[in-house]
């Protein structure tokens, strides 16, 4: 298996400017996981998805960030408009799902400077 | 909210030393991970491990879910071993929510 794979690996862009991050998680697995890691907060846990619906949000910082999933591989966040303080690294994770086995597996990470 | 404290918050060893890394946790959970992020920034997971003793090469890992506590245990360290160490749980019924340590950092000098 491939693994989870992100887009792009780094993305450099200004102040105002749309990113969108993309996921693919691994084949089968049914949850899907955004998370963001900084220095200051460490590694947060933005919003998840099961069978495709988000779950949970409530670590979403603010307006400006949204996320998709509109199908079982493929998930997008968006910042709109980024600021310099979105500054981190965005991991996505995925999971087979709840059951006896709930290793989450991460992607390589995508590393998101706002100027 | 759960809270998850790992120790030390950094350690420094010469290749060939032995560690043990801690994490303890606040509350009962159903998953716990223990991952290691690389020099590049990749987080690699080393254990699943809510319960029990698991070994993997030079690595093994303690968890004792009653006592809220999970150990990992590096033998024989190299300076591939740098980076740091994180621990992640679950609570029950959670939907697969990981809560991440602050990690250790880990450096193994030659």
């Known amino acids: 298996d491939a693994g989870v794979i992100q887009s792009p690996r780094h993305e450099v862009t200004e102040m105002g400017q749309e990113v969108t991050l993309r996921c693919k998680p691994i084949?089968?697995?049914?949850?899907l996981f955004w998370y963001r890691q900084t220095m200051m907060r460490g590694l947060e846990l933005l919003i998840y998805f099961n069978n495709n619906v988000p779950i949970d949000d409530s670590g979403m910082p603010e307006d400006r960030f949204s996320a998709k999933m509109p199908n079982a591989s493929f998930s997008t966040l968006k910042i709109q408009p980024s600021e310099p303080r979105d500054s981190a690294v965005y991991f996505c994770?995925?999971?087979?799902?709840?059951?006896?086995?709930?290793?989450?597996?991460f992607g390589p990470g995508t590393r998101l400077t706002v100027l | 909210g759960i809270q998850v404290e790992q120790s030390p918050p950094d350690l420094i060893l010469q290749e060939g030393a032995n560690s043990t890394l801690r994490c303890n946790f606040s509350d009962s959970v159903n998953n716990l991970q223990w991952f290691h992020q690389n020099p590049w920034g990749q987080l690699i997971n080393l254990f699943y491990?809510?319960?029990g003793t698991k070994q993997n090469g030079r690595l093994s890992a303690t968890t004792v879910a009653t006592e809220r506590y999970s150990l990992l245990y590096i033998s024989s360290s190299q300076t591939t071993d740098s980076g740091v160490y994180f621990c992640?749980?679950?609570?029950?019924?959670?939907?697969?929510?990981?809560?991440f340590g602050q990690g250790t950092e880990l450096s193994v000098k030659p």
């Open positions: 994770a995925s999971i087979r799902g709840q059951g006896v086995y709930n290793e989450q597996f």
């Open positions: 491990i809510p319960s």
């Open positions: 992640a749980v679950e609570r029950d019924n959670q939907g697969g929510k990981l809560i």
């Open positions: 084949s089968g697995h049914d949850y």
